[in-house]
C-alpha cells in the first residue's frame, strides 16, 4: 500500500470478481476500484485531474496527507466523525456521510480541479470545528433546499465567516 504522499494523482484497477452490487466503483487506500474495464480506463487516460469526481478523490489522498500521512489514521477519524455525526439521520440517512469534514472539503472543492495539485490540503480542519448545531443548519438546507452542496456550504461560510 502507497503512502498518501507517494500519490499525485488518483488511479483506478478493475478487479476480476466484483462484490459490491449496485455500486459502479469504491476508493480504498487511494485506488478506486470499478467495476467495469470501461471505467477504469476512463479514469486512468489522463495523468491530471479531469472529472470531479477525480478530483474529489484525490482530494480525499491529500487529506490523509495532512492526517500524519497515514491512511490508518484518516480512516479513523472518517468513522469517528461518521459516528459523532449520527444524530443528522433524522434530517436524511445519508446527512451523517455528507457531514463528515473530509466531505465536506471534497464536495466544495471539487470542482477546482487545481486544487488538490499544490500538496496537502487543510480546509477539512476548519469544517471539522463546526458544531453539530452548525451540521444541523447545513444539512437541513441541502437536503430541504433541493440546491448543490457546494452552493450551500458556501452560502453558510458567507453569512457566518471562515472557510473560501
Ligand atoms: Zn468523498
Given at each position: 500500500?502507497?503512502?498518501?504522499?507517494?500519490?499525485?494523482?488518483?488511479?483506478?484497477?478493475?478487479?476480476?470478481?466484483?462484490?459490491?452490487p449496485g455500486f459502479r466503483?469504491?476508493?480504498?487506500?487511494?485506488?478506486?476500484?470499478?467495476?467495469?474495464?470501461?471505467?477504469?480506463?476512463?479514469?486512468?487516460?489522463?495523468?491530471?485531474?479531469?472529472?470531479?469526481?477525480?478530483?474529489?478523490?484525490?482530494?480525499?489522498?491529500r487529506q490523509a496527507e495532512?492526517?500524519?500521512?497515514?491512511?490508518?489514521?484518516?480512516?479513523?477519524?472518517?468513522?469517528?466523525?461518521?459516528?459523532?455525526?449520527?444524530?443528522?439521520?433524522?434530517?436524511?440517512?445519508?446527512?451523517?456521510?455528507?457531514?463528515?469534514?473530509?466531505?465536506?472539503?471534497?464536495?466544495?472543492?471539487?470542482?477546482?480541479?487545481?486544487?488538490?495539485?499544490?500538496?496537502?490540503?487543510?480546509?477539512w480542519r476548519k469544517f471539522?470545528?463546526?458544531?453539530?448545531?452548525?451540521?444541523?443548519?447545513?444539512?437541513?438546507?441541502?437536503?430541504?433546499?433541493?440546491?448543490?452542496?457546494?452552493?450551500?456550504?458556501?452560502?453558510?461560510?458567507?453569512?457566518?465567516?471562515?472557510?473560501?
Open positions: 500500500m502507497k503512502k498518501p504522499s507517494s500519490i499525485k494523482v488518483i488511479k483506478a484497477t478493475c478487479p476480476k470478481i466484483w462484490l459490491l466503483a469504491i476508493t480504498f487506500f487511494g485506488r478506486i476500484y470499478t467495476k467495469t474495464k470501461a471505467d477504469m480506463c476512463s479514469i486512468n487516460l489522463n495523468d491530471n485531474i479531469d472529472s470531479n469526481f477525480k478530483c474529489h478523490e484525490t482530494i480525499h489522498v495532512d492526517t500524519h500521512d497515514s491512511w490508518f489514521l484518516f480512516y479513523i477519524l472518517y468513522i469517528w466523525q461518521w459516528v459523532c455525526n449520527l444524530p443528522l439521520i433524522t434530517i436524511h440517512k445519508r446527512a451523517p456521510y455528507r457531514l463528515i469534514s473530509f466531505e465536506m472539503e471534497a464536495f466544495f472543492k471539487e470542482n477546482d480541479w487545481q486544487y488538490p495539485m499544490n500538496g496537502k490540503v487543510s480546509l471539522n470545528a463546526l458544531k453539530l448545531k452548525e451540521k444541523r443548519k447545513i444539512a437541513k438546507r441541502y437536503y430541504e433546499g433541493n440546491l448543490p452542496y457546494w452552493y450551500v456550504l458556501n452560502e453558510y461560510f458567507k453569512n457566518n465567516g471562515e472557510p473560501v
